[in-house]
Structures are given as C-alpha cells and as structure tokens.
C-alpha cells in the first residue's frame, strides 16, 4: 500500500482498510492499529521514513518507559512487523532478535475437585459454557466461534474451525452435556425464532461466507452456541448483526466463582483447557493423542503439561516421605 495519507488519521484509516480486505480479526485489527497510532505518535515522522531504529527505539521505550509485559512488547512487534512488510511493502533488516522470548511457564491448573467447585458457583449459560471449554479442551476464542452446526451429538464430537494457526480439528463433546446443550439450544432457538419473526436479523459470518451463501446468517445453523444477549453493530459494515458472548463476561464470572469457591488461584477460563490436559495426562492418555485434541502444531507445547500433574517424574515418591514413614 502506497501512504499517500497527509495526516495520522488517515494513515489509521487506509491502515484499516488494508487489514479488512486481508481479513484479520477485529481483535488483531483493534491492537495492530493502537500500536501503530503509538509508534507514529512517539516517532512523529512519516513511517517510510523510519526503519529498524525506530523500530528499537520505540519497543525499548515500551519496555523501560512503560514497563509492559514481553507479551504486549511482542505484540507491539508484530504490529510494527505488519505495518513495514505487509502495509508499506518494506523488509527490515534484523528486527527479529527484537522479538522478545518469554520463558516457559508453568500454568495454573485445577484439581478435578477444584473445578467441579468452581463450576458450581457459575450459573446459566456460563456454567454450560464453562463445562464445555473445560470438558472439551477448548481456548475461550474456540468456544466463542462455535456454531450450532459445529455440534455433533450423535457423534459426541465438536468441530473447531479456525483454530490456532487457522485450522480446524475435532473435540470430544463429553456425554454428561449432550442432554444439557441440547435443551439449552432447542430453549435458544425457540427464542431466536421469535425475534427473527419480529426483527430478523443476520449472525456475524467470514465476508467470503456471507457474500457466497447470502442466506446463511439468516439460518439457525450458523448461529452461535453461545450468543450475546443482545444484538449490536458490526464496525467491519455498519450493519446490526447477531454476535457471541463477549470473553470478558465469562472472565468475570469466573473469577467471582473462583473467589466464591475458596481458591486461591489465579483462574481464567483458559485455566479450564490447562485442567482438562492436566487430568486426561494423569488418567493415562497418550500424549500424542491429547497434542491432537488440543491442537497443538508441536507436542513440545503439549509437554508443559507433564510438569502440572498430581505425580509428576513418573510418580516419584519424595525421599522425605519414604523417610518419615520408615
């Protein structure tokens, strides 16, 4: 793209444009264009005319300036990354050793008896939400997208579409929700119908689906599992559109269930897919086939999990106890 804009703002605008038409998510869109604002506000030069040390400069800036997190210093990274290779159509040169590289970290995960206790302090529809990321295996983006489709009961399977790294993949549906899910979306679907008759509306759909099957949003298959309450704006075409449950509801039922159980944890929905890999690796199930559940590209990723078993070191007993019990 040819920056032609004559003030921040537009550029911001052509910027969104561009990241539109290459169909990012509106998350990524919404942190790629804040960090970008960011660099330009910090910088206030034209971005052609800067390169790999501004680049330095602003994300050190970040770091001892505003002390962000290596997380957020990465994601700034990758804004700037797509705003020269992507936008602008320029290769910086050796801004990769930039990239900050955040060391592997345990994760908080729950005991069987911890999660059963958090899910019964969480009430309708974030119980059945919960029940399902955990009894599932699923990130809190993979439940959002689920659509009544994706749902097979007579299989006992979910379909993940667009996952990690864009890629679909079975989940296992746990038998003791197939009955709980399906009264949940015959209810959600008897009120959907009743609003469609007095305001049909479409569910928010892929630009390429929506323009293809025109129809589709309009059909009960492709809504959500799990819908907002309400209706909004879709910022991508102006139109009112039906949408998922928003994630930082779920949080902050989560963490009052969590306070409201007793645990002193540290617990987010995502907590969840960590105790559902945790416990399938202590029940005795292979690696390899939890990585595939998961949907992890490396089972390296999948092996942080050996460390956040009830008997890691292959059940090691501690030598202080076989001491005290001699």
């Not at 199930?285 to 009830?310: A, E, P, S, W």
Request: net charge positive.
């Amino acid at each position: 793209m040819q920056h032609r804009a004559k003030s921040i703002a537009e550029f911001i605008e052509a910027c969104r444009a561009f990241m539109r038409v290459r169909r990012l998510s509106l998350r990524t869109e919404k942190s790629y264009l804040y960090y970008i604002r960011l660099y330009l506000d910090f910088h206030r030069r034209k971005p052609e005319m800067m390169g790999e040390a501004e680049v330095e400069e602003f994300l050190t800036h970040l770091v001892s300036a505003e002390g962000v997190a290596k997380a957020t210093q990465n994601v700034a990274f990758s804004a700037l990354l797509f705003l020269y290779r992507e936008i602008l159509g320029i290769e910086l040169q050796g801004v990769d050793a930039l990239r900050s590289h955040r060391p592997a970290r345990v994760p908080v995960v729950l005991s069987r008896d911890e999660v059963k206790r958090v899910l019964a302090q969480l009430e309708m529809p974030f119980h059945l939400i919960a029940s399902v990321l955990y009894g599932a295996g699923l990130r809190l983006c993979e439940g959002q997208r689920l659509r009544v489709q994706d749902v097979d009961f007579d299989r006992g399977m979910l379909i993940v579409r667009s996952g990690k790294g864009d890629k679909d993949r079975h989940a296992v549906l746990p038998q003791t929700l197939r009955r709980p899910l399906a009264d949940y979306l015959q209810e959600a679907r008897l009120s959907w119908e009743t609003a469609q008759s007095q305001c049909p509306l479409p569910v928010s759909m892929p630009d390429a689906l929506a323009r293809k099957y025109p129809q589709a949003p309009f059909n009960w298959n492709w809504q959500y599992v799990f819908q907002a309450p309400k209706s909004s704006v879709d910022p991508r075409d102006e139109v009112e559109k039906r949408h998922h449950f928003q994630d930082d509801a779920l949080q902050r039922a989560v963490r009052r269930a969590t306070q409201k159980a007793g645990i002193a944890k540290n617990v987010t929905p995502h907590t969840l897919r960590h105790s559902f890999a945790t416990h399938l690796l202590e029940a005795g199930y292979d690696i390899r086939t939890i990585q595939d559940l998961l949907g992890h590209k490396d089972v390296r990723t999948t092996q942080i999990y050996l460390h956040t078993m009830n008997r890691p070191g292959m059940g090691v007993r501690s030598p202080l106890d076989a001491m005290l019990a001699a």
